[in-house]
Every structure is written in structure tokens, then in C-alpha cells.
């Protein structure tokens, strides 16, 4: 059966960031590097221990044998909010709070590892490369980046538009958006299915649940946007003064890049570009579907397909990892 601890990391901004520690004390093998998966942009960590019709993300990786964490950074899930505040820019959450979990990670583990191997959903793997080629003292072992842009080589026509001005994007508060999406989703399901395609495919993902869906769900950063509306007029993303797209040359650890043929919101030249520019010596490029099985971007997480097309390749790539 597995187990769960919950913990709480002060990043010392204002902020507790939660951790979710599982495992399985009969299959766990303390050999291996601990996994700390990191979610996207207006989402927490819920959904990695959440599937509608199986096994979770977190469940898979722990009944095969993996000590798995996830993490909800500022102004996610259950993290604290202190006396930090709401304008906070993605540095801080790569540099600061990916570095305080990690951290976090190797103060708790029950594994022989001394780095952690991490797991970045969309925006999530932006931030894990930004932690990697911006801090040269980082911990990561092996990256796996599930449908992640550094560079935008191709941008969906409604992303472009929803992030034409960084101005007004960094203006806007937006608020009660779990709600809305979940009052929303069924309504777009039955009436303008194409509309929700670009994000998840209904014909392989189960909606029926859409308040469990939607507690992933959380209230856009207005301060965030306008750092994305900027990434996407630019093409590519400066941190630091640092243009992480070129830094990637410097990357070595093994890298796993999982993309979706049908993603509407990072598109698949753009979720590729990352495997093409690392230098690792270990490096794989996972494409899911085809055009007979239409998987979009959520689709890698909580499809019907997720578990033989996403989840078993990665935890075998994983398994072999074992030295860095």
C-alpha cells in the first residue's frame, strides 16, 4: 500500500511551499534517485495524484518501485501564503521555490540519492530548465519535460491572441477560475467539443468528473502573464538576462522529452526544441499519438492512454537513469 507524508518548506519569501512524499514500502528501491514532479502554469500538483479511470502519475511511479514527490510552489494547491506576496516572476519560482523543494527532497528522502530527478509538466519543465542552466550548483538529475516550451518555433493561433499584449495581460485579475472551468466543462463538451481540443481530447479522457478534473485548476498570475506575453512576442525566454534556449547547450543531465502530436497549446516543434538543443549524452524524444489517436496536452496526464503511452515509457526511462 503506498504511503503519503505531507511537508511544508519555508521559501523565505513570504511562502510555505507543500510537498507530498509517496512511496510504496514494498516495492520502493531506495537505489534510485527520489522523483519530484512539478506542475504547470494555473494548475497545482493535484492532478498528478488523480486519474479519472486508473492509476495516477504518482501511483504508477510508486507501485514501480520510485519514492515520488510533488510540489505545489507559491500560489499553488496548499501551499501558505505568509507575508509573501502575488507579484512574483518565474526566477523566483525556478530559482527559489524549485530550489527550496529540492532541497526539501533530499532533507526527507528515504533513497541513497543525493540529487533528485525531476519531472516538469508544461510550464513545470520550463522552470526545471531554467533551475538547471541558470544554477550551476543545482541537484537535478535526470530532466523529464512533459509537453514543455523554452522556445515558441510554433504558437497556437489563441494563444497568440489571448497573450498579445503583455500591457493588458499584466493588468487583468482574474479570479473564481476553478469554478467557472468547472461549470464551464461540460457545457463546452457537449456544444463546442473542437474548442477544448487544442487542451484535452474528450473522446480519450473521461470529463465526466469535473470537479475532480478541476481541483487543479488555479487563478492565473497576473504578474506571470505578462513575463508569457513577453516570452511570446519575443519567441524565446530571458531569465536573468539569460536567454535559457541557447543556455540549454550547456544541459548534460539525461533528458526525456514527452510531447503530444496534438497539442493545441505547445504545439510539437515547440515541446521538441529543448531534446534538439541539450547536449546530454543520454537523451530521448517520446512522441504520443498519432493520427489515429488524437492526444492533446492535458492528454498526457489523464487520458485512457496516458498509462501504456506516457506513464510505463517514462518509468522505464527513469529506471534506467540510475547514474548521473
Not at 504518482?58 to 520510485?66: I, P, R, S, T, Y
Not at 523543494?101 to 516538469?120: C, F, N, P, R, Y
Not at 515541446?271 to 496536452?297: I, R
Request: some cysteine; aromatic content about 8%.
Amino acid at each position: 500500500m503506498i504511503r503519503t507524508m505531507h511537508h511544508l518548506a519555508d521559501n523565505g519569501a513570504g511562502w510555505q511551499i507543500c510537498l507530498y512524499q509517496s512511496w510504496d514500502p514494498e516495492r520502493v528501491d531506495r537505489s534510485r534517485r527520489p522523483v519530484l514532479i512539478v506542475p504547470g502554469y494555473g494548475m497545482n500538483s493535484y492532478i498528478f495524484s488523480y486519474h479519472p479511470n486508473g492509476a495516477s502519475l504518482e501511483a504508477h511511479l510508486a507501485e514501480h518501485g520510485f519514492e515520488v514527490w510533488r510540489v505545489d510552489l507559491r500560489s499553488q494547491g496548499a501551499a501558505i501564503k505568509g507575508t509573501g506576496t502575488l507579484q512574483f516572476t518565474l526566477e523566483d519560482l525556478a530559482l527559489v521555490d524549485l530550489k527550496v523543494a529540492i532541497d526539501a527532497v533530499l532533507a526527507h528522502t528515504i533513497s541513497e540519492g543525493d540529487k533528485v530527478d525531476l519531472i516538469g509538466a508544461s510550464l513545470g519543465g520550463t522552470l526545471m530548465f531554467t533551475h538547471v542552466t541558470l544554477n550551476e550548483a543545482h541537484k537535478a538529475g535526470a530532466l523529464v519535460a512533459i509537453g514543455s516550451p523554452v522556445r515558441w518555433i510554433d504558437l497556437h493561433p489563441l494563444i497568440r491572441m489571448l497573450f498579445l499584449s503583455p500591457t493588458l495581460v499584466g493588468q487583468l485579475r482574474i479570479s473564481g477560475t476553478r469554478r467557472m472551468a468547472e461549470l464551464a466543462l461540460p457545457q463546452i463538451v457537449r456544444f463546442v467539443p473542437w474548442l477544448l481540443k487544442i487542451y484535452l481530447n474528450p473522446d480519450i479522457t473521461d470529463t465526466s468528473a469535473a470537479r475532480q478534473l478541476m481541483k487543479t485548476v488555479e487563478d492565473p498570475n497576473r504578474f506571470i502573464n505578462k513575463q508569457i506575453a513577453e516570452w511570446v512576442r519575443r519567441k524565446d525566454l530571458v531569465v536573468s538576462g539569460v536567454n535559457i534556449g541557447e543556455a540549454l547547450r550547456r544541459v548534460e543531465n539525461p533528458v526525456l522529452c514527452v510531447l503530444a502530436a496534438s497539442d493545441g497549446i505547445v504545439p510539437r516543434a515547440t515541446a521538441e526544441f529543448a531534446y534538439h538543443q541539450v547536449a546530454s549524452a543520454s537523451k530521448k524524444l517520446l512522441v504520443v499519438g498519432d493520427d489515429t489517436l488524437h492526444v492533446a496536452h492535458a492528454d498526457l496526464f489523464i487520458s485512457n492512454a496516458a498509462h501504456e503511452h506516457v506513464f510505463s515509457p517514462m518509468s522505464a526511462w527513469l529506471a534506467e537513469q540510475r547514474i548521473l
